[in-house]
């Protein structure tokens, strides 16, 4: 199978690759292609795979791996989906790289691992800064939440100020506006996950964006530490996803607006519509009575693991919260066997206080040391 075409990996393998060999610690991830000089009819007469919806896509024959046909983009109405793409064999590959979002973005490397950099990508990965590549980066903005997801992932990288100014022109013009919630979110669940995830937050506030997406939310230095108690917890994309868009003083109809419209998995809303409900027993509850009444609130014997999960989120608010404490007493809680409970007031002709009893049974269980 001869190929007549010329391909080079590009982005964030050439990225990451870069850094790691500075001594960042980043695992390697997917290897995208840049494919010049083919045709899509080439391309599957050479055994790709064709896969793209929106433009000439292709799997390799043996590896999987993407290979995109070299293109060129231009604007043509507001937001995302506002491009016309023009992919054909006289497309460079300088001209493909130059519609890329940063300029550590901006790379290339043959087979052999020669680097091409015409926008100085590699002198940006030198001086830890997230510049953008061209006043295209304007066009889209979606690259502004990820231009922030990549100052979590890369915390000790800076936004250039240009960058940044262009980004506020952004927001300010109202060409923000035009983002919608699923790419919000798919930005947030990225950039939550990484090690500095406020850093994503930080950059968001600077250029106005996070005003604009979430004018409601509070966003100081005690959810700053709560997120960074997450991420050292490894704790997961729901528990860190609760900190950053919920207030104390929220109501439950307000998260479930608000969630709502961020477009969450259910998962997500669950857990922050739980801790409406009980965070503040949970902190405070302290008689028998009122650690059981917490306890049925939380509806821990049927959803233990979003009870475990509310836990960690106010672990992480209030480091000193005795979530162990909690924990134990959910498993009393449910260590009561309800069916022998059942089975011997049936038998007493007592079937009308089945319930009554195995509260009682759970409550008995609670206090026992």
């Not at 009444?293 to 049927?302: A, C, N, Q």
Request: net charge neutral.
């Amino acid at each position: 199978m001869t190929e007549h075409f010329q391909r080079y990996r590009v982005g964030g393998a050439v990225r990451d690759r870069l850094l790691r060999e500075a001594g960042y610690d980043l695992p390697a991830g997917d290897v995208d292609w840049v494919v010049v000089g083919a045709t899509p009819e080439s391309m599957v007469k050479a055994g790709y795979f064709p896969v793209g919806a929106d433009f000439p896509v292709f799997l390799h024959p043996t590896t999987h791996e993407e290979h995109a046909l070299a293109r060129t983009e231009r604007k043509t109405a507001a937001g995302y989906h506002g491009f016309q793409f023009y992919a054909a064999p006289d497309v460079t590959l300088e001209e493909d790289l130059k519609r890329r979002d940063l300029t550590v973005n901006a790379m290339a490397e043959t087979d052999d691992g020669t680097v091409i950099d015409p926008y100085g990508g590699q002198q940006d990965l030198k001086h830890r800064t997230l510049r953008h590549v061209s006043n295209a980066f304007s066009e889209d903005p979606v690259r502004i939440l990820r231009t922030a997801r990549f100052a979590a992932k890369l915390p000790d990288f800076t936004v250039a100020p240009e960058t940044l100014q262009l980004m506020r022109q952004m927001v300010k013009n109202g060409e923000a506006d035009t983002l919608v919630a699923e790419r919000v979110w798919a930005e947030f669940k990225k950039g939550l996950k990484e090690r500095r995830p406020d850093k994503m937050t930080d950059v968001l506030v600077a250029c106005g964006l996070w005003k604009r997406l979430f004018s409601d939310v509070v966003w100081d230095d005690a959810k700053r530490g709560a997120l960074l108690r997450a991420a050292e917890k490894k704790a997961p994309i729901a528990v860190r996803a609760v900190i950053l868009f919920t207030n104390n003083d929220d109501t439950e109809a307000a998260v479930r607006e608000r969630f709502t419209k961020l477009k969450t998995s259910a998962d997500v809303m669950d857990l922050a519509v739980l801790l409406t409900r009980v965070k503040s027993s949970l902190l405070t509850a302290d008689s028998l009575d009122e650690r059981a009444e917490t306890l049925d609130k939380s509806d821990v014997l049927r959803r233990p693991e979003r009870f475990a999960l509310g836990l960690l989120v106010i672990q992480c608010l209030e480091p000193y919260f005795d979530a162990e404490r909690w924990q134990k007493d959910a498993e009393k809680w449910g260590s009561v066997n309800a069916g022998a409970v059942a089975k011997a007031a049936v038998k007493e002709g007592k079937k009308n206080e089945i319930a009554q009893r195995v509260r009682a049974a759970r409550v008995a269980a609670l206090s026992a040391t």
